[in-house]
Nanobody, 123 residues
């Protein structure tokens, strides 16, 4: 079965850190652009960060710039989202997504979605 699997979510205090992982099952990420999205209750899905398959260039939403870092390890076929200085407003379900088109990825029209992992930032 072809799918993306996220892990690493959990409960963390404000100011803390988490690292999310996204690994595919059934295909290689080598030729896919990868993105992280999040959706909080009652809010629309938001694109958080993207990483290119071609040159490794990265993009970040203004809300997470300077705090989150996206990276990919093609040898491990895994993409990571390092989240530092977490705030309560970062609380959401985080999804990874993959597509061969960076344009489709940015608007969330993609080949593959993960099932999501919950991140809760609370004291």
């Amino acid at each position: 079965q072809v799918q993306l699997v996220e892990s690493g979510g959990g409960l963390v205090q404000p100011g803390g850190s988490l690292r999310l992982s996204c690994a595919p099952s059934g295909f290689s990420l080598d030729y896919y652009h990868i993105g992280w999205f999040r959706q909080a209750p009652g809010k629309e899905r938001e694109g958080v960060s993207f990483i290119s398959s071609s040159d490794g260039s990265t993009e970040y939403a203004d809300t997470v710039k300077g705090r989150f870092t996206i990276s990919r390890d093609n040898a491990k076929n895994t993409v990571y989202l390092q989240m530092n200085s977490l705030k309560p407003e970062d609380t959401a379900v985080y999804y990874c997504a993959a597509d061969r088109s960076i344009r489709r990825l940015r608007i969330g029209v993609v080949n593959y979605w993960g099932q999501g992992t919950q991140v809760t930032v609370s004291s």
